[in-house]
């Protein structure tokens, strides 16, 4: 499921765009942030879909080879490991994903096969596939492993599936880490003998809610936070500020005022994390000050009012 900080930048992001963009069509634009979030599920299911794709590819190469006229003891008799991986199968297996990929359409790997075999060849070129196949524990452990190994290892990092997935859905350029992320926690979580079921998107409706309150509080009021913001940079002029620090002070400040159950410090932390991922090497230094000097003048007014002990 999608955590609060990825929330905070897809919401930074379109935040950007609409102010880059001088457009006031706020309805449209969190549309589309909802549509780019809801999509990142797509990603999810399709790397998922991946791993069951390859082991039916597995399967083919496997039939083929044994209808050879001059099969070999090994095309007779092949190593079926990979067919008979008992984590894989339990996606093939999944009326959730299979209902899903029904609902949705997600038919990226049949109309793009290239890419599964381009991910299989890398497998079977690989140390991590020997091995699996040389080892003689038939464990659900054994299997957990390797598919683990098999993703981080060969399907997160190739190049041609992340350049396929940016093409497929641009906001996905930012999604991939979350993703490849989010399915390593599914794969080391499943369990012998459960079936998978997909997860919700959010965790709950505040979190739901938390997408299009942080938009709408940010766009509506970012003059203002811009005042606020100035009064603590007296020795920085508005223009000087990197725009994507100042979308970020105006998020952080909008987090005090709007959400009462946000401890300031997780707010402030928050920030200067998303902060060194998408700005400037010393951005992380400048907001966190900014944020310090803006957080104990609020709390001072009364204008941060949290609900709860230890919030502030």
Excluded: C
Excluded at 141 to 168: C, H, M, Q, R, Y
Excluded at 239 to 251: C, S, T, V
Excluded at 272 to 282: A, Q, R, V
Aim: zero cysteines; proline letters at 2%.
């Amino acid at each position: 499921m999608i955590n609060r900080r990825h929330i905070r930048v897809k919401v930074m992001q379109s935040v950007y765009a609409l102010l880059q963009s001088h457009n006031d069509d706020i309805i449209r634009e969190e549309k589309f942030l909802k549509h780019s979030i809801l999509k990142m599920y797509d990603l999810y299911v399709l790397n998922i879909q991946l791993l069951v794709e390859v082991q039916k590819l597995a399967a083919k190469k496997i039939a083929l080879s044994k209808k050879k006229i001059l099969a070999t003891k090994e095309d007779l008799n092949p190593n079926n490991k990979l067919l008979n991986n008992k984590v894989i199968n339990t996606f093939a297996e999944s009326i959730s994903v299979e209902s899903y990929v029904e609902l949705n359409g997600l038919n990226n790997w049949a109309e793009n096969e290239e890419y599964v075999r381009i991910i299989y060849d890398e497998l079977q070129k690989s140390d991590i596939y020997k091995k699996y196949l040389d080892t003689q524990d038939n464990s659900y452990k054994v299997d957990k492993a390797f598919v683990l190994d098999f993703f981080k290892e060969i399907i997160a990092p190739n190049d041609k599936l992340g350049d396929f997935f940016e093409d497929t859905m641009i906001s996905w350029v930012d999604d991939i880490p979350f993703v490849n992320t989010w399915v390593v926690k599914t794969l080391s979580k499943q369990k012998e003998d459960k079936a998978f079921v997909l997860s919700g998107l959010y965790k709950d409706n505040d979190d739901e809610e938390f997408v299009s309150k942080m938009f709408r509080k940010t766009v509506l009021n970012h003059k203002d936070y811009e005042l606020d913001i100035e009064e603590k940079t007296p020795n920085w002029e508005t223009e000087r500020i990197a725009g994507i620090d100042m979308i970020i002070l105006k998020m952080a400040i909008s987090e005090f005022l709007n959400f009462p159950s946000i401890p300031t410090r997780v707010t402030i932390n928050e920030y200067i994390e998303i902060s060194k991922d998408y700005s400037t090497e010393k951005s992380s230094y400048f907001i966190n000050g900014v944020l310090d000097k803006v957080s104990k003048e609020f709390i001072e007014n009364k204008r941060i009012v949290k609900i709860g002990r230890g919030l502030l």
